[in-house]
T-cell receptor, first 110, second 114 residues
Framework: GENVEQHPSTLSVQEGDSAVIKCTYS??????FPWYKQELGKRPQLIID?????GEKKDQRIAVTLNKTAKHFSLHITETQPEDSAVYFC?????????FGTGTSLTVIP | DAGITQSPRHKVTETGTPVTLRCHQT?????MYWYRQDPGHGLRLIHY???????DKGEVSDGYSVSRSKTEDFLLTLESATSSQTSVYFC?????????????FGPGTRLTVL
């Protein structure tokens, strides 16, 4: 099955700086790569996703890049704000084969 | 939130007892999932359903069973709870396959097995 690795496990940045979280996957058949944000004590919620026919996608301060050849994808958050503090999960899969990374705890220091 | 509720929200039980968690959705989504979330492991799929009475195993299905008798309800049963099943359990739904569409998560159930 798919193996999704996520780095780093924890990340601290100053408010206003950028944050980058990276994930790798093993199954070349994977074609859907979402990112979920989970605030403390809350449910995970989708923040952005990308499909294999697209190399980059942006939504305001958030962007995701995908390199299918190297089997890795990354989440970029620019101009970080304290409300960006949360755990972020990447995921990869196709059809009913779908796996999450182990999460990155992001802390934005005011 | 996509109209997904879970019950109970918290439960403490003893080793060896059966436990049933309920997920209820009002979105008429075809697909439903049960995950467990543990520190250092992220979200791991236990079982999923692709229609009424249609279910399949996920990554960590041992010790768990599921049932879906109607579109809106998906039940997760721990047949004989063990301490290793102490976790936070999330239900999720999606209109399409997990590998192709957004999943909507319920609020979670914190289960403690003593």
């Amino acid at each position: 099955g798919e193996n999704v690795e996520q780095h780093p496990s924890t990340l601290s940045v100053q408010e206003g700086d950028s944050a980058v979280i990276k994930c790798t996957y093993s199954d070349s058949a994977s074609n859907y790569f979402p990112w979920y944000k989970q605030e403390l004590g809350k449910r995970p919620q989708l923040i952005i996703d990308i499909r294999s026919n697209v190399g980059e996608k942006k939504d305001q301060r958030i962007a995701v890049t995908l390199n299918k050849t190297a089997k890795h994808f990354s989440l970029h958050i620019t101009e970080t704000q304290p409300e960006d503090s949360a755990v972020y999960f990447c995921a990869a899969g196709t059809g009913n084969q779908f796996y999450f990374g182990t999460g990155t705890s992001l802390t934005v220091i005011p | 939130d996509a109209g997904i509720t879970q019950s109970p929200r918290h439960k403490v039980t003893e080793t060896g007892t059966p436990v049933t968690l309920r997920c209820h959705q009002t979105e008429n989504h075809r697909y439903m999932y049960w995950y467990r979330q543990d520190p250092g492991h992220g979200l791991r799929l236990i079982h999923y359903s692709y229609g009424v009475k249609d279910t399949d195993k996920g990554e960590v299905s041992d010790g768990y069973s599921v049932s879906r008798s109607k579109t809106e309800d998906f039940l997760l049963t721990l047949e004989s709870a063990t301490s290793s099943q102490t976790s936070v359990y999330f239900c999720a739904t999606s209109p399409g396959l997990a590998g192709a569409s957004e999943q909507f998560f319920g609020p979670g159930t914190r289960l403690t097995v003593l």
